[in-house]
């Protein structure tokens, strides 16, 4: 008896030679999932890695800059892969460039200064 209820819920057997089903339909989700993830993930990953590597080459001397460890400086020296940041006062720290997270612009030091 319950067995006979299995087989009722797994419908009846297809016909012996029917057409097999259409193999791109087969995998329509797999390809429609895949394009959404290149879309919503991949692509502006990308994107970001592309500009953040263009900021870096674009380092000069007297940008404002935050670090991979969080210090706030100014790019007093560039050489080559590394770059000499002025942490204030007599504090001179040697940072190699692609331990910069991002630079800081002037408006930020503005609203800090607001919020005291």
């Known amino acids: 008896m319950f067995f006979e209820s299995i087989a009722h819920a797994?419908?009846?057997?297809?016909?012996?030679?029917g057409q097999p089903g259409n193999p791109l339909?087969?995998?329509?989700?797999?390809?429609?999932?895949?394009?959404?993830?290149?879309?919503l993930l991949i692509r502006p990953q990308q994107k970001k890695q592309k500009e953040h590597k263009?900021?870096?080459?674009?380092?000069s001397r007297g940008d404002r800059v935050i670090t991979a460890g969080g210090l706030y400086g100014r790019v007093t020296e560039v050489k080559d892969d590394i770059?000499?940041?002025?942490?204030?006062?007599?504090?001179?720290?040697?940072?190699?460039?692609?331990f910069i997270s991002g630079m800081?612009?002037?408006?930020?030091?503005?609203?800090?200064?607001?919020?005291k």
């Not at 800081?104 to 919020?115: E, I, L, W, Y």
């Open 104 to 115: 800081v612009t002037a408006d930020a030091g503005k609203a800090k200064d607001k919020k």
């Open 83 to 98: 770059l000499t940041i002025d942490l204030g006062g007599d504090v001179h720290v040697q940072v190699g460039r692609g």
């Open 54 to 59: 263009q900021m870096l080459d674009n380092l």
């Open 25 to 39: 339909m087969t995998f329509m989700p797999l390809i429609l999932m895949f394009v959404i993830f290149y879309f």
């Open 10 to 17: 797994m419908g009846q057997a297809p016909a012996a030679g």
